[in-house]
């Protein structure tokens, strides 16, 4: 581990053994540990800050404060051919969506195509941290969790929906696969806590204030304000189908149903995940499908797209393989802080 000028550089391994202590001393289980930790761990590996290290605080609040079960073995249900029900017992949703991982691609092999039912689930994570294994063995992956009411649909007036992620994943010949990750939210919830604790502004158009007018602070926004939905009517479409699929199919809580105020530090939201997973060599052959995908792909850099979406993670990841995980030496002290204070948070 070298020290630069407040940096240090660390091993993914490091980091993942690290956070793998800091949930075991703050009340998980082993295999929830392990899941967590390697989740956390990949987001800041690929640069995606608002769900790497910076969520560590918000795990340990929420364990602490009760709401979620981090000892919780979900349950796995074959209900149909091509349907998997999952009640995640009130646990994180990551060890939920493992636990289905196996059943889930037998039957979309088999079947061609297989839907993931999971609720009762805290996702506090990377959507495309989902998906992008199954694209990895060939399957296209869609997957989309709600949230807690933050953001206001076009035309309301007060929130109703979560910012209600979705991520999509193929395969890709020759490539690594081609993985998107987006909020309907105008921003990710994350990147608003950033701003928030940087002191910057955000964008026009990204939020209101409490008392409905528009604003660019962040902390008006999170202290009894709301986001808005990208795209105005468009992205407020989305995030309703998204809460009809998250949570009406699934069994899961609308953004609107989430109440944690008998528990208080709770941060994770505890709603529904529904993941669609499609074998595209039912349709044919796998290399024909992604050959098509990577005429589609030649065709966009032909007319000027010159970077796709993963394609910065996909880069962070490689640098982080050369030369480590740079995080600043502050951060990286409290980090060791949470694993040494089992049994309480740290400030």
């Known amino acids: 581990m070298n020290t630069h000028r407040e940096r240090q550089t660390v091993s993914f391994e490091q980091l993942e053994a690290l956070l793998r202590d800091i949930f075991l001393a703050h009340g998980t289980s082993t295999n929830v540990a392990a899941i967590l ?13 608002s769900h790497g290290v910076f969520r560590i605080p918000g795990y ?7 709401w979620v079960d981090g000892r919780a073995v979900p349950l796995v249900e074959d209900v149909a051919a091509a349907f998997i029900q999952v009640d995640a017992r009130n646990g994180f949703a990551q060890p939920a969506l493992a636990a289905a991982a196996p059943l889930a691609v037998a039957k979309t092999r088999d079947a061609g195509s297989c839907v993931v039912g999971i609720h009762g689930s805290h996702h506090f994570g990377a959507l495309w941290l989902d998906v992008e294994p199954f694209a990895e063995q060939g399957l296209v992956a869609l997957s989309v969790v709600n949230s807690m009411a933050v953001v206001v649909p ?3 007036t007060k929130p109703v929906f979560g910012t209600n992620p979705m991520a999509f994943a193929t395969p890709r010949d020759g490539h690594l696969p081609l993985v998107f990750d987006q909020a309907t939210s105008a921003m990710a919830h994350g990147d608003i806590k950033i701003a928030a604790r940087e002191g910057r502004l ?5 939020g209101v204030a409490r008392n409905g007018q528009p604003t660019r602070d962040p902390k008006a926004i ?3 304000g709301a986001l808005l939905p990208f795209g105005g009517h468009k992205g407020s479409s989305l995030a309703l189908m998204i809460e009809i699929l998250a949570a009406a199919l699934t069994g899961g809580r609308f953004s609107f149903e989430v109440d944690w105020s008998a528990h208080p530090g709770a941060q994770t939201p505890c709603t529904g995940q529904c993941v669609i ?3 595209p060599a039912k349709a044919g052959s796998l290399l024909g499908f992604t050959q098509r995908v990577e005429r589609l792909i030649a065709t ?3 007319a000027g797209q010159d970077r796709l979406p993963g394609d910065r993670r996909h880069a962070a990841r490689a640098r982080a393989a050369r030369e480590g995980i740079a995080l600043d030496t502050h951060t990286w002290n409290e980090l060791n ?3 040494e204070a089992p049994g309480r948070p740290t400030s």
């Open 37 to 49: 930790a390697r989740n956390c761990a990949s987001a800041e590996r690929d640069a995606a800050h």
């Open 300 to 302: 966009l850099h032909d």
């Open 154 to 156: 076009h035309g309301a």
């Open 60 to 66: 340990v609040s929420t364990l602490h404060s009760g």
């Open 202 to 206: 955000v964008p026009d158009g990204i």
């Open 222 to 224: 999170l202290e009894g």
């Open 277 to 279: 997973l499609i074998d």
């Open 337 to 339: 802080a949470y694993a």
